[in-house]
């Protein structure tokens, strides 16, 4: 594991709290043997982590953060892989594999930077060998979608007014949208549940122009049945859902279905 360095003087945003968790989270992947396993042990400690937004916009310029004790649905599931991926015992080899999973190519270089499109976090991971996408063979059809919800609303994301930052959003809108995706509707999630396993990571296709992802989380088998365990912004912690995967996506109006993916 290749340790990064910070960009200029930006240091990693974090709190002692943030290290003893490490530690504490640690300890359930430690118990586990595979990938899989790991990474879904220590996704289930942080059932009850309270849910916020914008955890990783609180500072003015782009850095590393990392915070344990709140955590939204995309840095639940990025958390929960760093951990499971750190050298036993080792917060600084933690922070590492963070960066590797949040920045593209690893590298902290402002806004524009960090990845922030969940296809491309799993397009960047793919490459890695770190999991696979499994939509096409369980039988998803083309996601015939052009992504660029966030370079089109520089109102809402003030940080691209900048001009090497919207430069960097765009160069990856393009990588994103020269790959082939496919997804999952939601009227055909039932017939595919029985390819679904534990640990997978579930991304939720977005209805809303130009935006690939709504929501992620990963698979948890409860009493046979594939369900969603996932930070959620209407129960404002980490959950696992009440209702199995199917019947739960159905409910969800700005979801359209869902993309799998697989940790080697």
Not at 149 to 166: Q, T
Request: aromatic share 10%.
């Amino acid at each position: 594991m290749r340790f990064l360095k910070p960009h200029r003087s930006c240091f990693p945003i974090e709190s002692t709290a943030d290290s003893l968790l490490f530690l504490e989270k640690q300890k359930y992947a430690l118990a586990e043997s595979s990938l899989p396993a790991k990474t879904l042990a220590v996704a289930h400690s942080f059932i009850g982590t309270p849910y916020v937004t914008g955890c990783l916009d609180r500072n003015s310029e782009e850095c590393l953060a990392v915070n344990l004790c709140e955590l939204d649905c995309w840095t639940f599931v990025e958390n929960s892989l760093a951990i499971a991926l750190a050298t036993p015992g080792d917060y600084p080899s933690y922070k590492a594999h963070l960066q590797e999973l949040r920045y593209w190519g690893g590298h902290v270089n402002g806004y524009g930077s960090r990845i922030h499109y969940f296809t491309g976090w799993l397009l960047q991971n793919e490459k890695r060998g770190l999991l696979q996408d499994l939509t096409e063979t369980m039988g998803g059809i083309p996601y015939r979608k052009k992504i660029g919800y966030i370079s089109a609303r520089p109102a809402k994301y003030p940080k691209i007014k900048s001009s090497e930052n919207l430069r960097s959003l765009r160069a990856a809108e393009r990588r994103i949208n020269a790959h082939q995706w496919f997804y999952i509707p939601k009227n055909r999630v039932a017939a595919m549940e029985h390819l679904i396993q534990e640990g997978d990571i579930i991304s939720l296709t977005a209805w809303k122009p130009e935006l690939d992802i709504a929501h992620q989380g990963f698979a948890i088998k409860i009493h046979g049945r594939i369900h969603l365990m996932h930070a959620s912004s209407l129960g404002r912690k980490v959950i696992i859902s009440k209702q199995p995967l199917p019947e739960y996506i159905a409910t969800q109006i700005g979801q359209t279905g869902i993309m799998v993916a697989r940790l080697k």
